[in-house]
Nanobody, 120 residues
Framework: QVRLVESGGGLVQSGGSLRLSCEAS???????????MGWYRQAPGKQRELVAA???????NYADSVKGRFTISRDNARNTVTLQMDSLKPEDTAVYYC???????????WGQGTQVTVSS
């Protein structure tokens, strides 16, 4: 079993920065079941979409809309993943979910979500 706990998020003005963190715990944290960790987001009325994800080996996958603005990093020893979000835009407003799984494009385990709101 995998439990994901997110922290960070909140309200920021356009152009500002926020940092999201997620820690994984449980019996499967040292296994291939969390080879990939990452962040998806869901805005009102929209489908959940990939923001950024990273494998245990350091391979990354970013949405085109956040490339150059967001940076994902991971601490394998602590089972944590961090998303540094810079140059935030109002369209980045969404609930951000931490996920974990075998591959970056198919995460299986999810956190409870954290709200990110960017005001114009």
């Amino acid at each position: 079993q995998v439990r994901l706990v997110e922290s960070g998020g909140g309200l920021v003005q356009s152009g500002g920065s926020l940092r999201l963190s997620c820690e994984a715990s449980g019996s499967m944290t040292g296994t291939i079941m969390i080879n990939a960790m990452g962040w998806y987001r869901q805005a009102p009325g929209k489908q959940r979409e990939l923001v950024a994800a990273i494998t245990r080996g350091g391979g990354t996958n970013y949405a085109d809309s956040v490339k150059g603005r967001f940076t994902i990093s991971r601490d394998n020893a602590r089972n944590t993943v961090t998303l540094q979000m810079d140059s935030l835009k109002p369209e980045d407003t969404a609930v951000y979910y931490c996920g974990a799984g075998l591959v970056t494009t198919s995460l299986k385990y999810w956190g409870q979500g954290t709200q990110v709101t960017v005001s114009s």
